[in-house]
């Protein structure tokens, strides 16, 4: 098995088998990301994938129980082929755990509501739904081509199949013209979605991406290291999401928390506030996408 081109998976994906399903995104236009601008995106062949299943099964001795479906918008793929695949990775690796996939808002709403309960019974555990902000006026201006409603939508639609989310936010993703509205409307599509897992980025400008080009021209003003942990903590202060997991444990963010919504939102605060004091973030050297 030969993976195309570079790779991208959740950090809680280490351990995972990854099988590309696509290549590439099929939206790929946003302006902040450049991880797929190089691909031209296609649905790969079924056979091919089954391919890649058995080649990981002769020539790794021991069985994967995690399985990570990508490229950008697995998701896309349509409901009977993941069903096949599904199939396959349970027969083939019978000590499976969970398969989860990366998927956009709108692949989400194109499934009907018995398309994803089938998918859930044929071991879809969970959806990476990177939703970046709930402002629509943010994801307007970074070409997402989704509303926060849309993504509140697919988030409840989910749910009511029975399939987890893992929603990711990009922190400083309006810049500093538009911080305090990311962070306020943020905090409101995740109190709307209540996802089982959230994950707080921070923004770290691409070389491939469009949006580095606005910030080189003067067009977009990216916050100080400590403007992104005072917009992670007005987020926190405005968010009210019991029992979501939460962890910026991402190589892109100056701190890592980590806890549990409600519950550790005053912790994560102080944290927060004590890096301000300090001074003591990741520096920036070490900070990847
Ligand atoms: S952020 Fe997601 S949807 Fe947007 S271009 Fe990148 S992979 Fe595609």
Known sequence: MIYEGDVYRPPSEAQSLIIQLTIGCANNTCTFCGMYKCKQFRVRKLDEVIEDLYWV???????????????GDALIVKTSDLLTILDK?????????????????????????????????????????????????????????????????????????GIKVS????????????????????????????????????????PDAPL???YMAGK???????????????????????????RSNHVS???SLSGILNRDKERMIAQLDAAIQSGRIRPERYRRL
């Open 212 to 214: 580095t080009k606005d």
């Open 253 to 255: 963010n100056y701190v």
């Open 89 to 161: 990775i349970y027969e083939i690796f019978p000590h499976t755990k969970r398969v989860t996939i990366y998927g956009t808002a709108k692949d989400v709403l194109r499934k009907s509501h018995e398309e994803l309960c089938q998918l859930r019974e044929h071991g879809l555990e969970m959806v990476y739904i990177g939703a970046e902000s709930g402002s629509d006026k943010v994801l307007r201006d970074v070409d997402k081509r989704v509303t926060a409603a849309e993504t509140i939508e697919a988030c409840h639609k989910l749910k009511a199949a």
């Open 57 to 71: 099964k002769r020539f790794y001795p021991y069985s994967f129980d995690r399985v990570f479906l990508a490229d």
């Open 167 to 206: 929603m990711t936010l990009i922190t400083g993703l309006g810049g500093r013209a538009d911080s305090r509205e990311h962070a306020i409307e943020s905090a409101k599509l995740v109190s709307a979605t209540k996802p089982e897992y959230l994950g707080l980025l921070t923004l770290n400008l691409e």
């Open 220 to 246: 977009f003003e990216i916050l100080s290291p400590f403007g992104y942990l005072e917009e992670q903590k007005l987020f926190l202060e405005n968010v009210d999401s019991e029992g979501t997991v939460l």
